[in-house]
């Protein structure tokens, strides 16, 4: 286990997202829904945590955690109409708990930070 704070996690998350000193950051929080970390960002937010902690990438893929941007209008409409194509777009959430504990392992490791998630 590396020596990284949940403190010094949290402030490279508010300068990273600009999140506001008064908004609560909790090992629950989620990038996507909580942080509208989303999309291109959330390549470019990835990545420069990532570096930032000297992270090994393991098995982590933008992919698995992330929908990519831009929607065609028949898509939108398969959305609307198809529960099956609504799942496709289900996705594991990345919560700053998945990645504090990332930071102290050096490593991503998918299931064993998404067993956080359901402890």
Known sequence: MRNITWEELEAWVRKENGARPKKALTRATELNKDLDV????????????????????????FDRYFVAEGFSPVELILLLVSKKKRASYD???V?????????????????????LLHP
Not at 55 to 61: E, F, L, M, P, T
Not at 95 to 115: F, H, I, K, P, V
Request: with cysteine.
């Open 38 to 61: 989303t999309g291109d960002d959330a390549v470019d937010f990835m990545q420069h945590f990532f570096d930032a902690f000297s992270i090994d990438h393991g098995d982590y893929s």
């Open 91 to 93: 996705r594991p959430p």
């Open 95 to 115: 919560t700053l708990g998945m990645l504090y504990q990332a930071a102290l392992d050096g490593r991503w490791d998918c299931t064993r930070l998404e067993s």
